[in-house]
């Protein structure tokens, strides 16, 4: 009877945990890899990840980055713009991103510009935080941090 009761107890276990669905209301992020490791004036900053929600109703993307000294944050700022502007359709649920990030230039219209702000070498770490259009906020995710050459 004991083992009767621990098999039940497994079949109800197993059955709970492969019905949980990985799609929530909230929207999810999760940053996989940010490249280059370092950064020199004019380098594209590649952050990757991926995301699911439920509705797939996604609306903008808030996307942190911060400055260190050392340990200490010099600066921290948001920088938040349209979903729209991954290019991705709408109605997707699930998906792979990019947030390509221009260093000290302004060359192209479809990337966010990120000014240099010291003139010394310095760190930085680059999150991301979805918002979906019933104002759901995702989890906030962050890649690890890069070198940044002075401009």
């Known amino acids: ?15 709970t945990a492969c019905n949980k669905d990985k799609f929530k209301t909230e929207p999810q992020v999760e940053v996989k890899s ?11 900053i590649s952050l990757k990840g991926n995301y699911t929600d439920d509705e797939g109703d996604l609306d ?12 200490a944050i010099v600066r921290n700022d948001t920088f938040r713009f349209n ?16 947030v ?3 260093y000290n230039t302004q060359n192209q219209a479809n990337m966010v510009s990120i000014a ?13 935080l ?17 070198r940044l050459k002075k401009p």
């Open 100 to 102: 390509l990030l221009e």
């Open 34 to 44: 940010i490249s280059p490791g370092t950064v020199v004036n004019g380098n594209i």
């Open 130 to 146: 979805l918002i979906d259009k019933a104002g759901h906020r995702s989890n906030y995710a962050e890649a690890g941090k890069i």
């Open 116 to 128: 240099g702000v010291s003139l010394r070498d310095t760190t930085a770490s680059f999150g991301l």
């Open 1 to 15: 009877m004991k083992y009767f009761l621990v098999l039940v107890a497994g079949v109800l276990l197993t059955a």
């Open 60 to 71: 903008s993307v808030l996307l942190v980055y911060k400055w260190y000294n050392n340990a």
């Open 83 to 98: 979903f729209a502007n991954l290019g991705l359709p709408d109605k997707v649920r699930e998906a792979d991103i990019q």
